[in-house]
């Protein structure tokens, strides 16, 4: 007999299950409803994942504050494997910045008594202390935001999401999760990164030792040092400018591909002000001039490796070169050009 993948199985039946336990605000049925998820999801079958991802997703505002983040990470474990993401995301970016804001209130409520060292939130309710001391909801926020920014941060891997959400929006939440790093002591890093990742973003490098310049297009990528590994094998691999060809596995692993693969730098990244641009920042911190983001490559200074490879593993990325300057084009950009510091 050919199996029928379009029945039902166990995932569905505890996701039915724990909808229902949630309507009826039975936390020891919902308890038990998200139990039997978490056993049946190794062995859902893809068309379940697909249901039951979006179905997560639409009842997260009637799950209680303290659950809120584990379910989040649920759905996005079934957009990993498969689920679609811009279905799942608006519910669960919704859910971030609730846990941003209760999470502002719960540092602000730490300093207003007593002040000291944060507690690092936790994917579960902080000690009874703790709580009497910011209140529960504040803390069950401050708790709910680690299992709520890794659900983000694989929504936004990808573009649809990102899109969807547009750069308003995220350039709000990014403000909060910075804001919510200065006051607590604590780093969301993964989070701010992938708010910050730029999409068909067009960007001029120029090259001073040989005074070339070179538009490109950018999308997708998650730091500098994926960056400069596509840089180097659009520009250097290209023919246009010396330097270290990264190999075929070097690049696509900074753009499809799993894994890591050693590299060498080609270049020291330095804005038009003459600044450098860090390898460990973003796109996003290349300065943009008259509309378009100004890049000046340099020689290194010293030789550097890294690991190449994605910022986000699952987040694809790309760079691609639309046209070669004309001399007198790249040369009046350099003459903007300061000189790196």
């Not at 941060?153 to 709000?172: F, I, K, M, P």
Request: proline letters at 7%.
């Amino acid at each position: 007999m050919i199996y029928d993948d379009t029945q039902g199985g166990a995932f569905l039946d505890a996701v039915a299950a724990f909808e229902a336990a949630v309507r009826d605000q039975h936390g020891a049925r919902s308890e038990q409803g998200f139990q039997q998820m978490h056993r049946a999801f190794s062995d859902a079958r893809p068309h379940e994942l697909a249901e039951g991802g979006p179905r997560l997703a639409d009842l997260l505002p009637e799950v209680p504050d303290g659950a809120r983040g584990l379910i989040s990470v649920v759905v996005g474990a079934c957009v990993e494997r498969g689920a679609d993401a811009a279905r799942c995301a608006p519910n669960v970016f919704d859910g971030l910045g609730t846990a941003l804001a209760g999470s502002a209130e719960f540092c602000e409520r730490w300093a207003a008594t007593g002040g000291g060292d944060v507690p690092a939130p936790q994917m579960q309710f902080m000690d009874d202390a703790v709580i009497e001391r910011v209140g529960e909801d504040p803390a069950g926020h401050w708790c709910a935001l680690p299992p709520i920014e890794r659900a983000c941060v694989t929504l936004l891997s990808h573009a649809a999401v990102r899109a969807a959400l547009g750069a308003d929006r995220r350039a709000e939440l990014f403000r909060s999760v910075r804001a919510l790093e200065e006051t607590s002591g604590h780093d969301f890093k993964c989070l701010a990164y992938a708010l910050l990742v730029l999409d068909d973003e067009p960007v001029i490098a120029l090259h001073r030792p040989t005074g070339t310049g070179y538009a490109l297009r950018m999308t997708g990528i998650g730091d500098n040092f994926q960056l400069h590994t596509l840089l180097a094998d659009v520009l250097v691999g290209g023919g246009h400018v010396p330097g270290h060809v990264p190999s075929a596995q070097e690049a696509a692993v900074c753009r499809d591909q799993p894994g890591q693969v050693d590299t060498v730098g080609s270049f020291n990244l330095v804005g038009p002000d003459g600044q450098w641009v860090w390898n460990e920042g973003t796109p996003s911190d290349i300065p943009v001039v008259d509309g378009v983001r100004l890049l000046v490559l340099d020689p290194p200074p010293y030789r550097r490796m890294w690991p190449a490879g994605r910022f986000f593993p699952h987040m694809t990325g790309d760079l691609t070169l639309e046209r070669v300057l004309a001399p007198e084009e790249a040369g009046a950009w350099l003459a903007r050009c300061k000189p790196a510091a």
